[in-house]
């Protein structure tokens, strides 16, 4: 920076207490557009459309909302380096687990009803971000965390780790919102409330990608 002149940056800690007032606006909004307008959700029901909601509940509140916090950690929670990583591989593990349920959920839905699998746009890059994710969580519990694994080994990983992190965590954020554009299209909806709530959820979801990626680009401190 030049002698006198003004420094224009900033920590990462009010970014990560944002992104934490859109993770409780997101859930809020998508639980009450699944409980009001679209009968609530279950694995085994009569209402098919309740096997369905599953899906947008565990992959938005589940694998969207915990692969944010998972990127956060390192910003948002003050503890040692070692027990941030631990949160971090716990995070993305739920995010994991929630994804494959919300997989699972949607081609139960689809076979109960004798839907076609895997036919849009948001199926390819959805399934592909799943597969993609695992992948991602594998590499990086043995190359960080198993014990055996070579420290120049470790350093040589790190930036692509990091890089193919954040791409796969925007392929998360492409498939939520073209799911939501892809369901207030096969619901036909025009301008209701639950139009809006829908558009709302993925306005609020771009805005937690945006400052989820600003928080990794800012320092944790001034």
Aim: proline share 3%; aromatic share 16%.
């Amino acid at each position: 920076m030049v002698k006198g002149g003004y420094s224009y940056q900033m920590s990462a800690a009010p970014v990560t207490v944002f992104v934490h007032l859109l993770v409780i606006s997101i859930v809020t909004l998508t639980l009450v557009w699944l409980l009001k307008f679209r009968e609530g959700f279950a694995f085994k029901s009569h209402v098919k459309a309740k096997i369905f909601n599953l899906h947008p509940l565990l992959m938005i509140l589940g694998f969207l909302i915990f692969s944010g916090e998972a990127i956060i950690v390192y910003k948002a929670i003050p503890a040692n380096r070692k027990a941030q990583k631990v949160m971090h591989l716990i995070l993305h593990f739920i995010a994991l687990v929630a994804g494959i349920l919300g997989v699972y959920a949607v081609f139960k839905f689809h076979h109960e009803l004798h839907i076609p699998h895997m036919y849009t746009l948001h199926s390819w890059i959805g399934l592909s971000t799943i597969c993609l994710f695992g992948l991602q969580w594998l590499l990086g519990f043995f190359t960080f965390f198993y014990p055996r694994a070579e420290s120049t080994r470790r350093a040589s990983m790190a930036p692509w780790h990091a890089f193919f992190g954040i791409v796969i965590f925007f392929m998360t954020l492409v498939t939520a919102e073209t799911g939501l554009a892809q369901k207030f299209i096969f619901l036909g909806l025009r301008r209701s409330q639950e139009a809006l709530m829908i558009n709302f959820t993925g306005l609020l979801i771009l805005l937690f990608g945006i400052f989820v990626g600003l928080s990794v680009i800012l320092p944790r401190r001034n």
